[in-house]
């Protein structure tokens, strides 16, 4: 009988570092040094002799955001299930996060309000906050202190193929030379424009289809001086369900971060972006929870930085039929979602994982990784299943809707409404969207009776007595 989705999604969300790997090549190269990157290299780093990663910007020693990465001055919320994935493969990662500022937040220091109620506490919430760049920065240090990893500067221009296998890379270093480096294996990381499809079809090779869904998301995100340095509260969040999203509000984070700072962020969708000025920023935060109105009482620092993003969109490697041997694609690459779920980071950690278990399981290196797309199609469709789905709902997205799309909306929503009273339907839910959890762990016989009781309990605490 085959494994099910979740049991997969369970496994590849282990913990435990892997003690049976063996070297099966001599050189890999990773497309591109960002985190799925670096984390495709890490995993590498236990079976190949040597691993370079060949990333396009130029990297200094401060974190910073980077051309390449265009959204990392925006708010990135590391998901419990991601961050497990970094501790596993870099250990005692989130100590040296916290000690280099890193902020933790456990039940008694996280507000999350849906509608514009607050959500019951769980016991089981851990978050890490910083920045982008701050994290990205650790996690590229962990990756090059390796003894076989080396990082160089160079913009990818394409992949050789050979005998139905990847033979090489093509990269142009900053002084305009092309270089050409031989590769028993190669990952592409290049991120949601990688342009690996179209090296491939223009060598005759099929390139894989894109879905897209047009959600069309504006971002605003702006930095605050913290006054104190570790608050009651460390992260809070505002969200409402989409299709009851009020007029002069947004959903909005707000995240103590490295160096003292809150970093603050609005969603809002088509015409809507929220949080412009820094007038209207702070008069946004003002209508939130507490915790949002405090924070911009601090000096704003730098500029409000905005961001769209039109459409979460995957790209079906698992679909087909031909494809080169010892080539694989990973992170937004293959799947980049809505970011207001904050899937993006986790998805590429979990992607490793998959890497790792594919490397593992005495793979035949000459046929294409299909073990490994079939794996990662299971993260791809847990993400977008959790993230796409939900999005149906926002008025400007007009489907195509999946067969039974508005009764099982209608039963989520049962559900989501749930959780801000429901301690145990609350755990399960966000076991699920902090991909811990596979989707399927949600629908029980538990969840479905803690769901009515509290649906029935909403209804009779609303009639006026
Ligand atoms: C506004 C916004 C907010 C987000 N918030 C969150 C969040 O809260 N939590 C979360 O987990 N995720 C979030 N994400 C998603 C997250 O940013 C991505 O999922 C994540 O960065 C994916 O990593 P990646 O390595 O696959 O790609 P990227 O980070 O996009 O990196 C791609 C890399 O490839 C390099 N590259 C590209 N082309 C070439 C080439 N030809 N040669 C060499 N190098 C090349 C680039 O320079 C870059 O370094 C957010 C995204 C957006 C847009």
């Not at 890999?28 to 799925?36: D, R």
């Not at 609005?266 to 929220?274: I, L």
């Not at 911009?296 to 087909?320: C, F, N, T, W």
């Not at 990662?376 to 959790?386: K, L, N, Y």
């Amino acid at each position: 009988m085959p494994e099910s989705a979740a049991r997969t999604f369970h496994r590849l969300g282990t913990t435990e570092v892997p003690t049976d790997t063996r070297r099966l090549f001599g050189t890999a190269v990773v497309l591109g040094g960002s985190i799925a990157g670096l984390l495709a290299a890490r995993v590498l780093a236990d079976h190949a002799e040597r691993v370079v990663v060949v990333e396009r910007d130029e990297i200094t020693g401060a974190p910073a955001p980077r051309p390449g990465v265009p959204q990392s001055t925006q708010v990135h919320t590391l998901l419990p299930g991601g961050r497990r994935q970094l501790d596993r493969w870099f250990d005692g990662f989130s100590r040296e996060a916290v000690a280099a500022g890193a902020v933790q937040s456990g039940p008694d220091d996280l507000r999350v309000h849906y509608n514009g109620r607050l959500k019951v506490s769980t016991p089981d919430v851990d978050f890490l906050s910083s920045s982008r760049p701050f994290l990205e920065a650790l996690v590229r240090r962990r990756t090059t202190s390796l003894p076989n990893v080396v990082a160089v500067r160079g913009r990818a221009l394409g992949v050789e193929l050979a005998d139905g296998r990847v033979t090489g890379v093509r990269h142009e270093t900053p002084e305009g030379e092309t270089v050409r480096l031989d590769a028993d294996f190669v990952v592409d990381a290049m991120g949601r424009s990688s342009r690996l499809g179209h090296w491939l079809a223009a060598a005759g090779w099929q390139q894989p289809g894109t879905r897209r869904m047009n959600i069309d998301v504006n971002y605003t995100t702006a930095r605050f001086q913290r006054k104190e340095s570790r608050p009651e509260v460390t992260t809070a969040l505002a969200f409402w369900a989409l299709d009851r999203l009020p007029a002069d509000v947004a959903p909005a984070a707000c995240s103590a971060i490295e160096d003292d700072q809150w970093m603050i962020m609005f969603g809002g969708f088509g015409d809507d972006a929220p949080g412009r000025t820094p007038e209207e920023f702070r008069r946004i935060c003002r209508a939130l929870p507490g915790t949002f109105a405090d924070a911009v009482e601090g000096e704003m620092i730098g500029e409000i930085q905005p961001y769209k993003q039109a459409d979460s969109r995957r790209r079906d490697y698992h679909l087909l039929d031909r494809f080169p041997a010892r080539l694989v694609s990973v992170g937004d690459a293959v799947a980049s979602f809505n970011p207001i779920y904050g899937q993006g980071m986790s998805s590429a950690a979990l992607h490793a994982s998959c890497l790792s278990e594919h490397l593992r399981s005495s793979p035949d290196l000459d046929a294409p990784a299909r073990r490994f797309f079939a794996l990662q199609r299971v993260v791809v469709d847990a993400a977008w299943q959790t993230s796409a789905t939900p999005d149906l709902a926002l008025p400007h997205v007009g489907g195509p809707y999946p067969r039974g799309y508005h009764l099982a909306k209608r039963l989520t929503d049962h559900v989501v409404d749930a959780t801000v009273t429901d301690v145990e339907v609350s755990r399960r839910f966000n076991a699920v969207t902090e991909m811990r959890a596979h989707p399927s762990t949600l629908v029980t016989p538990g969840v479905v009776l803690r769901t009515l009781r509290a649906t029935l309990r909403d209804r009779r605490d609303a009639v006026p007595s």
